[in-house]
């Protein structure tokens, strides 16, 4: 599974920003997708997860109501949609994908990772 992560940038504090991933190879009904950050200096962090029916989420903590996590099963795409960003906000964005194996929050283990997508914004 190849995941293909766009729509980061800079922006300023305030700013909208939708993240979108798309997803190639053997996907599975089975896989989570989701969203992880990793600031400078910071350990990555977990943002949000979805299912295959897009019924169940999990996670979005770290957004503070500010972010919202979708899927596209027909396009394989997951897209996380951030709202009144804030310079904390600023990391690289990964998405990611693959077995829940229990585990469907914070200790989430994905099996496939995306190649980042850079999130800056300024104060």
């Known amino acids: 599974v190849q995941l293909q992560a766009s729509g980061g940038g800079l922006v300023q504090a305030g700013d909208s920003l939708r993240l979108s991933c798309a997803a190639s190879g053997r996907t599975s009904s089975s896989y989570l997708m989701g969203w992880f950050r990793q600031a400078p200096e910071k350990e990555r962090e977990f943002i949000a997860s979805i299912n295959w029916s897009g019924g169940r989420i999990y996670g979005l903590d770290s957004g503070n109501g500010r972010f919202a996590i979708s899927r596209d099963n027909a396009k394989n795409t997951v897209s996380l949609q951030m709202i009144s960003l804030e310079p904390e906000d600023t990391a690289v964005y990964y998405c990611?994908?693959?077995?829940?194996?229990?585990?469907?929050?914070?200790?989430?283990?994905?099996?496939?990772w995306g190649q980042g997508t850079q999130v800056t914004v300024s104060s």
């Open positions: 990611a994908a693959g077995l829940a194996r229990g585990r469907y929050g914070t200790t989430w283990v994905p099996d496939y």
